[in-house]
């Protein structure tokens, strides 16, 4: 009797990974939208643009520029420091433990306030 439904929950998970994909997994409780991604300083990973929706202390106000335009104004930004790619093409990502990182030296004007975090 388990193989039907075994067999349904693949098709079905099947179907929706051809149909736009499975919800991003959501491992923790900070809840973040990511807005666009960056490469990485010196080339190494990228830097993940997100818009926290649930700890509103966290992030800033802020208006990005993308590729000199205007991207959009979101209420709560940070930058998620991502040197191995582990949140390459994902919507959301969600953590519950990060370490606040200093903006570099390099880094534009508009974006040195925006905080920056390394997650685990």
């Avoid at 693949?10 to 991604?37: K, P, Q, R, W």
Wanted: charged share 20%.
């Amino acid at each position: 009797m388990a193989r039907p439904t075994l067999l349904l929950t693949f098709l079905l998970c099947a179907l929706a990974g051809m149909l736009g994909g499975c919800a991003d997994e959501c491992n923790g409780h900070i809840e973040s939208t990511v807005l666009y991604f960056k490469e990485g300083p010196n080339h190494k990973g990228q830097l993940v643009y997100a818009n926290v929706a649930n700890k509103p202390d966290l992030g800033i106000k802020q208006t990005l520029m993308r590729e000199d335009k205007e991207f959009g104004t979101f209420g709560n930004v940070v930058i998620i420091v991502d040197s191995q790619n582990k949140f390459k093409g994902r919507r959301t990502i969600c953590f519950d433990t990060f370490t606040a990182q200093k903006s570099p030296v390099a880094t534009q004007l508009d974006e040195e306030r925006i905080p920056r975090l390394v997650l685990p």
